[in-house]
């Protein structure tokens, strides 16, 4: 169940970043001053936090959803659910200790540095 309802989160999640992110990029063509100064906004903290919910949540919902398929199209898959799920969330923590220190130290790190 839970692997249904996190699936169902992080969909709806990333449905609403994406529809955030296609109004903040099209204000480009409308005034690239006004695209300039939302960018800006998102160069903080909270944001940072914010873009490593995001791939996690994006990582979640990729690696669920070839379980998914897999269950769906192969009838060994459907008698290991379970084990296929706790492979979901092994991939899903390797992927997230390889992005999140990554992300977090150059996201925090001071202005003008590497």
Known sequence: MWSWVLHRITGVAIFFFLLVHILDTALIRVSPEAYDAVIGTYKNWIM???????????????????????????PWATRH????WWGVIGLWAVTMLGFAPRHLMLAFAPAGGH
Request: glycine content about 6%.
């Open 48 to 74: 940072a936090l914010g873009e490593v919910a995001l791939v996690a949540a994006i990582a979640y919902h990729a690696y669920n959803g070839l379980r998914i398929i897999l269950v769906d199209f192969w």
């Open 81 to 84: 659910q379970r084990q296929l």
